[in-house]
């Protein structure tokens, strides 16, 4: 049996990576802040062996809850996905202090929560694969988006620095760095950014969920036993 934590898993990247990991035979725990439905029901159409649990990721103990609920239902834990992430863009000179502190908490700290908690199980057992959803503005930076490159970038250097600690005990972080996907998130974007963002773009197209969903596959996988502490871009050739 194979067990892996995924946040975020409701929609888009998130979704299609928690898809993925049920078809290679992970047993899944998933969390959710408020709406339980449209998981349980994601849940049932892909047929996943899965729990729900219920809770915040910014907050501390609620990430502990998290992975002591996957050890306590399972036995163990093989992987864990930072996935969770949200945007409040604007201009610096507009951005409250709410909005940067919003972003940064649930993209950086929910993604140190989890970790720590997780690191505790995966050190005990002498294994285990953390991989971290950063993005390419983590790595480029954007205008507009000050609040999550800081978060994302925060999301690199904690990369790095966990994976040296960890190493050791057998357990690998790595961390994704998507480009221009498209999902829920991106749909609501103006036309005219699409087509600037798509000429800057060597590929010439935008990302699918599934692009990143393959590769955070594959660094969980055996196949990728001697990689760790890697940002590995998927972006068409968007950041080069």
Known sequence: MKVAIVTGAGRGIGRSIATALSKDGYSLVLNYRSNV??????????????ILVKGDIRNFEDAEELVKSAVTHYGRLDLLVNNAGITKDTL??????????????TNLKGTFNCTKHAAKVMFKQRSGAIVNISSVVGITGN??????AASKAGVIGFTKAVARELAPRGVRVNAVAPGFIATQMTDVIHEDIKKATLSNIPMGKFGEAEDVANLVLFLASEKAK???????????????
Request: glycine share 10%; proline share 0%.
């Open 37 to 50: 439905t449209e998981l349980e029901q994601f849940v049932s159409e892909i047929g996943a062996d899965a």
């Open 92 to 105: 610096l000179l507009r951005m409250s202090e709410d909005d940067f502190d919003t972003v940064t908490s």
């Open 143 to 148: 205008i507009g988006q000050s609040n999550y």
């Open 226 to 240: 001697y990689i760790t502490g890697q940002v590995v871009q998927v972006d068409g050739g968007m950041a080069m």
